[in-house]
């Protein structure tokens, strides 16, 4: 098991431990103040039946009768008769708390049927009541009996003279009880604190496992991907989880099929790249190998020399561009920009271009709104995106430049539109991807496939997008979106 499982299952069980001993001892302490506590005044039916029995006693028959039927007086309910000067009629001792809470409880309206004071005929009164004793046993299930030798009537009662073989029980409490007062011993609830522990134990287990298990196997993912294996799942380990941590497995799985595709997006680069330098480098050693063959044709040698290297500067310099942008280090610039300017000189330079190719060109819309972003990139974009449908589209055919500002939306609707032989449909995304060309443009051009990439990179930076569909009747129509700055800045204050 690794670090974490038994630090999981440390803290848990330490927690379920400090749990379980806070909870015995406050069941201990709760068992140990219970029998502590002195007996309290018995308010029972039965008790309150008894109290009115010896009442009447003491009433009718004095204090004598009184005396004989408390001797007489089974253990059940246990009476006590306190004179004036707090002393028990049979001499029991009787706790100075009890009898506080006895003519306390005498003021009450509730407790006059289980606490009473009675005057005899010579002016003494005694209180009596009954005190709850913490016994098992008790009356008998079909209700309160009259104890043996009670009156029941408000005469004094009759007595035979003979004291029962039950007399005196009152003052004998069954064995394992207080002589007085009696209570169960203190408890140590040893028994529940060490389910508590094992329950702990068990869930502690489970819970360090289940949180270590899927780390477990992510480390091992990881160790696979930095050994160079892009083929490891952990998201499928998972199960039917659903944490945080089977999030982590399916987001290291997407991490990894992201890997897996750049690192196959490098090595494309770069066959690509070695097969866009290798042709213009073997025209550059066969026109060195010219001169050096032919001296009368150097100026022919020099000037192949001067195309393919500028040729390769401009690969390099579309490599440099493209990779910047991809790696986010090509920043577009915060400035507002006033599409009327940023358009005029591509107008400009595509008509030039259009007139070499012997097509058209034609401007459409209103420019004449602000956007935020850097001009230069932008101006670069659109313009692989120009002279790409100028080269392609057939002579004597039109190249649409149409711009058309939506405020609802604010958004900018740059859309470049000509007459060539289009692309495939399956093709329309793929076009978008580095030393990508298609087959129905690779005749008609002599790029390197690197232009639409570099503009779908800018205007993705600029927080557009760019999409290409066929138009009907043939050609292509591609459609730059981008974010329209506040309507209420006037297009003149654009940098």
């Not at 997008?465 to 654009?494: F, Y």
């Amino acid at each position: 098991m690794g670090r974490l499982f038994w630090k999981v299952f440390g803290f848990t069980l330490f927690a379920q431990c400090i749990a379980a001993l806070g909870i015995g001892a406050a069941i201990w302490l709760k068992h140990s103040g219970d029998a502590d506590q002195p007996a309290k005044i018995d308010s029972s039916p039965p008790a309150a039946f008894v109290i009115e029995s010896a009442a009447s006693t003491l009433q009718y028959g004095g204090v004598p009768a009184l005396r004989q039927l408390l001797e007489n007086m089974d253990g059940r309910h246990e009476v006590m008769a306190i004179d004036e000067a707090d002393r028990d009629i049979l001499n029991r001792a009787v706790a100075r708390q009890l009898i506080m809470e006895a003519r306390a409880l005498l003021h009450t309206g509730g407790a006059r049927r289980f606490v009473r004071e009675v005057q005899t005929a010579d002016g003494q009164r005694y209180l009596l009541f009954s005190p709850a004793l913490h016994r098992e046993e008790g009356f008998g299930m079909g209700g309160p009996v009259a104890p043996e030798g009670l009156a029941m009537h408000e005469g004094a009662p009759p007595f035979d003279g003979e004291r029962p073989p039950f007399a005196g029980r009152s003052r004998s409490p069954p064995p394992g009880h207080d002589e007085q007062f009696p209570h169960m011993p203190p408890f140590l609830p040893f028994l529940p604190m060490v389910s508590a522990v094992l329950g702990s134990l068990i869930f502690a287990a489970m819970l360090a496992w289940y949180l270590s298990k899927p780390i477990r196997n992510l480390r091992s993912a990881f160790e696979a991907v930095a050994g160079g294996d892009l083929a490891v799942q952990p998201g499928s380990l998972m199960g039917r989880r659903h944490d945080e941590l089977a999030d982590l497995g399916r987001d290291f799985d997407v991490m990894v099929e992201r890997l897996r595709a750049l690192m196959s997006g490098q090595k494309r680069l770069l066959h690509d790249v070695s097969h866009e330098l290798r042709s213009p480098l073997a025209r550059l050693q066969v026109a060195i190998g010219l001169a050096r063959q032919q001296p009368d044709r150097i100026d022919a040698s020099l000037e192949r020399i001067e195309r393919e290297s500028m040729r390769m500067d401009k690969l390099v310099g579309e490599l440099l561009t493209l990779s910047k942008l991809e790696a986010g280090a090509l920043k577009p610039a915060e400035e507002y920009i006033n599409i009327e300017d940023l358009l005029a000189d591509l107008r400009e330079d595509a008509h030039f271009e259009a007139e070499a190719q012997e097509v058209n060109f034609e401007f459409v819309g209103n420019g004449a709104v602000a956007i935020k972003g850097d001009a230069e990139l932008l101006h670069s974009a659109i313009e692989n995106v120009l002279r790409n449908a100028i080269k392609q589209t057939v002579a004597g055919s039109t190249v649409i430049l149409e711009v058309n500002p939506d405020p609802v939306h604010r958004l900018l609707h740059i859309s470049i539109l000509d007459r060539g032989p289009g692309v495939p449909d399956n093709e329309l995304q793929a076009i978008f991807q580095a030393f990508f060309r298609s087959g129905n443009a690779m005749a008609r051009t002599d790029g390197h496939g690197l232009g639409l990439a570099i503009a779908q990179r800018v205007v993705t930076a600029h927080g557009g997008s760019i999409i290409a569909r066929n138009r009907q009747g043939g050609g292509l129509c591609v459609e730059i979106l981008l974010p329209l700055e506040d309507p209420a800045r006037p297009a003149g204050s654009a940098a």
